[in-house]
């Protein structure tokens, strides 16, 4: 009789936990739905980069909606991870890191949203021979990715020379690099292991866009294999972090870069030379590497009184103003970190204006940050909000469809930029259709392969 209970009492333990964890899985499958609702709202889907899951192999262990530093781009549902909120995925790859059965790749969003891109071969190399394009520019964002391509281009580069040794030309550079960004840094770096005669030219200051983001910015990478250093392992860090590893990188190497040269004209010769134009030089080259970075020229609004110097696109150092009335546009991860930055100095004034009806496409970390900052006064967002004119003591905006006019010193407009796409095409390189998912999905699955014979060789080594 004892024993009967014991059981009877055991298996009513065993009911109770059960039907609480049963309970958890409903709750967390509908939560993953409303979710996937939620961002059906937002887009048609991701963009660039994302995780492509094999259900077939996946084992539901959760392991990569854990890991995601977006928040939830991944969910459970069914016993399965799919995709919910891809608008929010930037690629940064730790969800296929993580999957411990190999189930998840990254590839690139679906061929209709790759259209009007620039043409490459798997060699990045465009429509013009030796003539390439890395980077952001060619499709991918991600620091990491960059600083492959740029090794992988130079590398391509040398095979070549091998096979077929170019004849002496005196004035030539074996190769021009355009842009002194991850991508274009990187190459730089692989041109100086290798021994090219070789030169950079950056419109700017070297680091790109990692340059111009605001003070404290945090970056995300994933450990790779930098040109002269070796193995980088941070996974997050800040802007000025970065830039202090590169500058401790080049310091080492004989870095050529010529700063504050614009790019205005490529063009190949019949002897196979480029001939490379800015505003003031003229360089020749055999090969060309273009890391020009995808942002171009800041998208104008058209608004009345735009042209005052008080409107800007760009902000790198909030603590330069306090004490004024600022109002910002824009509803990006930019628009969000520049008011919560501006929000922060001693008297400043901030509003933030937005077309759409909420935020949709900004990382959790800074959704979170301005909804604390809109609960406690210290930003005003303006939803469903069009700037009318810009004056030089105040704006006009567009609320709801009603009209109203705020004091104003400063503006900042986030609105993306124009990628420098005409001109690609103004030097003669080819676009079209590409099959982005297949392209990256292939190249996934080869470095994947890559990753398991060599964790095999090192461990027969062992």
């Not at 520019?137 to 070549?160: E, P, S, W, Y």
């Not at 090219?196 to 605001?214: F, I, M, R, S």
């Not at 930019?334 to 008297?347: F, R, T």
């Not at 759409?356 to 959790?364: D, G, H, N």
Request: aromatic letters at 6%; one cysteine or more; glycine letters at 8%.
């Amino acid at each position: 009789m004892d024993s009967l209970v014991a059981i009877i009492i055991a298996v009513a333990l065993c009911l109770f936990f059960l039907r609480g964890y049963l309970k958890s899985l409903k709750k967390r499958d509908e939560e993953a739905r409303k979710s996937a609702e939620k961002g059906k709202l937002f887009s048609e889907g991701p963009k660039s980069q994302h995780p492509h899951i094999d259900t077939a192999h996946c084992i539901g262990c959760a392991t990569c909606t854990t890991v995601c530093p977006e928040g939830d781009v991944l969910a459970m549902l069914a016993g399965k991870a799919v995709i919910v909120n891809g608008y929010k995925c930037i690629g940064h790859s730790l969800c296929a890191e993580a999957c411990p059965v190999g189930a998840i790749t990254m590839v690139m969003a679906t061929p209709s949203m790759g259209a009007d891109m620039p043409y490459m071969t798997p060699e990045f190399e465009t429509s013009i021979g030796n003539l390439f394009i890395i980077g952001e520019l060619g499709g991918l964002a991600l620091i990491k990715n960059a600083v492959n391509q740029g090794l992988a281009c130079v590398d391509t580069l040398m095979r070549r020379r091998a096979a077929a040794p170019p004849n002496p030309a005196p004035g030539v550079y074996d190769v021009l690099i355009v842009g002194a960004g991850p991508a274009g840094i990187s190459a730089s770096l692989r041109a100086i292991e290798h021994k090219l005669n070789y030169v950079t030219l950056e419109q700017d200051e070297v680091g790109g866009t990692v340059a111009k983001y605001p003070r404290q910015k945090l970056v995300m990478t994933s450990p790779v294999e930098f040109p002269m250093y070796g193995k980088f392992k941070k996974t997050e860090l800040s802007k000025e972090n970065l830039l202090a590893f590169w500058d401790m990188v080049l310091n080492r190497a004989d870095f050529h870069c010529v700063t504050r040269e614009k790019v205005e004209h490529i063009a190949k010769g019949e002897d196979g030379i480029f001939t490379v134009k800015s505003a003031n030089n003229q360089y020749r080259a055999r090969a060309v590497i273009m890391a020009l970075g995808k942002t171009g020229t800041p998208r104008k609004l058209g608004v009345v009184g735009e042209e005052l110097p008080k409107v800007m696109y760009r902000l790198i150092e909030c603590d330069h103003y306090v004490n004024k009335k600022i109002l910002v546009v824009g509803g990006g991860d930019s628009a969000v970190e520049a008011a919560m930055g501006l929000a922060n100095q001693a008297g400043n004034k901030v509003t933030l204006c937005y077309r759409s009806a909420q935020f949709s496409r900004i990382k959790e970390r800074n959704a979170k940050r301005i909804e604390d900052c809109m609960r406690n006064g210290k930003v005003e967002v303006l939803f469903e909000t069009n700037p009318r004119e810009f004056k030089s003591d105040s704006v006009v905006l567009d609320v709801k469809g009603q009209e109203r006019e705020i004091p104003n010193d400063y503006v900042w407009i986030f609105a993306g930029g124009v990628p420098p796409f005409d001109f690609l095409k103004k030097i003669g390189i080819q676009f079209g259709m590409r099959d982005m998912t297949l392209e990256a999905s292939n190249e996934a699955k080869k470095q994947a392969q890559e990753k398991r014979e060599l964790a095999k060789a090192g461990s027969a080594t062992v």
